[in-house]
């Protein structure tokens, strides 16, 4: 087992409005080991920037009101889905009927031992991951492949990432192009698809598992591909809106979702990074490459972007231009995860329309990538109950 798996990922929770005993449970909640405390404002609209983008597990909402507070709660509900956790001070127990009501997952009445209402979060947030037909929300790791640079080798890794995955592990595995304009993915595998992304989000009615199925090409791997758009004009017609709905239902039909990216920081990129596991950051041995991913880094951190999701590879690792892995290492003030080396086989590979980690498996290419592919999904743990690690390691 990895580190990593072995340390719990923190619940992302927020807090908003006050009551009496607020102050001294958020300095609390601040230093619990379990959580992260994103942030706190007491006017719920103060915090719509931190609010939105999905990437909360709980809100804790304190109410000095001895009703239910429906108009902050309306106001939580504009910025986010997460799970509230109500919490009053005093004698607020009519507050408890009309709550079981509300959405609301909890009510807590302060004062409270800390530990409490931090079960009563992990709780929720655990909740918060069915759906409101209390099915559970789809589960799919997604992988997100990403470099400011072009050229770095974003899509030579995601297409020979995913094509391990359902080759190899034998994970229901889906591509997704999302370098709208240029997109070659498809090509790489030798693909030509009749449907792309674009007819998929522009088709009429709601999408849902079985609309997405009619959309894919499948490869001889068993992967599944949504190519880009065919013209770059269309590109625009993505939107960030329709493309967290179209991740929200790849995560219920697909055990891992391989991002292919531009190099940009654009509306789609954003709403992926939002329900993104792992962000591969792939870097050279250039120095406008390296500046340009250490921009990216600290992009992420301002997005609030989870630091340990990013996972810097180091591709061309072999190359000998004057430049070592330490001296990246330093540049960037991060580690890196990965190191895929230079190999013929893949620009041979790429005019061949056959990922090279399948035409030539023994390659040093090629197992370097098995290796990432076996560190990012881990097989099943000895007892066979987990067949793959969801956003809390559950
Ligand atoms: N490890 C490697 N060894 C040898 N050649 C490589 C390696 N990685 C990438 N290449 C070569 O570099 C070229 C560019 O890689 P790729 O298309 O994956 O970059 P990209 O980051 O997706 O670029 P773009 O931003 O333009 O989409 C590939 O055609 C491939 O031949
Ligand atoms: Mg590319």
Do not use: W
């Not at 698809?193 to 009619?214: F, H, M, N, R, S």
């Not at 809106?241 to 991002?259: D, G, N």
């Not at 939002?274 to 390296?290: F, H, K």
């Amino acid at each position: 087992m990895t580190l990593e798996t072995q340390i719990r990922e923190k619940t992302r929770v927020f807090i908003t409005g006050n009551c009496e005993g607020l102050s001294e449970l958020s300095d609390a909640l601040g230093h619990h080991s379990e959580l992260e405390l994103v942030g706190k404002t007491e006017q719920v609209r103060e915090g719509a920037g931190a609010l939105t983008g999905g990437h909360l597990q709980a809100i804790l909402h304190a109410t000095r009101s001895s009703a239910l507070p429906v108009d902050e709660i309306a106001a939580i509900r504009e910025y986010t889905q997460a799970p509230i956790v109500l919490l009053a001070s005093g004698e607020a127990s009519a507050l408890l009927e009309e709550a079981l009501d509300a959405d609301v997952a909890d009510v807590l009445l302060l004062p409270q031992l800390t530990e409490n209402v931090v079960f009563a979060i992990r709780k929720a947030s655990h909740a918060g991951r069915r759906s409101k037909d209390g099915r559970l929300r789809g589960n799919g790791r997604v992988i997100t492949v990403f470099s400011p640079k072009g050229g770095t080798g974003k899509t030579v890794t995601a297409t020979n990432l995913s094509a391990c995955f359902a080759k190899n592990q034998g994970k229901k595995t889906l591509l997704l192009d999302l370098d709208l304009q240029f997109g070659d993915a498809a090509i790489m595998l030798g693909i030509e698809p009749d449907k792309t992304i674009q007819d998929l989000v522009t088709a009429p009615g709601e999408l849902d598992p079985e609309k997405l199925a009619g959309y894919t090409t499948r490869h001889s791997t068993g992967l599944d591909i949504l190519p880009a758009p065919i013209r770059p004009e269309d590109a625009e017609l993505v939107t960030e809106a329709k493309l967290a709905r179209l991740m929200e239902v790849a995560k219920e039909s697909y055990e891992v979702i391989v991002v292919d990216t531009s190099p940009f920081f654009h509306g789609p990129m954003l709403a992926t990074l939002d329900q993104t596991d792992d962000l591969l950051l792939v870097c050279g041995l250039e120095v406008p490459t390296i500046k340009n991913v250490r921009l990216s880094l600290q992009t992420l951190q301002l997005l609030s972007f989870p630091t340990e999701r990013v996972k810097v590879i180091l591709n061309r690792s072999n190359s000998n231009v004057g430049m070592k892995k330490g001296e990246v290492e330093a540049a960037l003030e991060s580690k890196i995860r990965f190191e895929v080396p230079s190999d013929r086989v893949v620009p041979l590979a790429v005019n061949r329309s056959n990922p090279a980690v399948l035409s030539d498996p023994k390659s040093d290419f090629g197992r370097a990538v098995r290796e990432m592919a076996k560190t990012l999904l881990p097989a099943p743990a000895a007892n066979g109950k987990r067949r793959f690690l969801g956003k809390n390691g559950s």
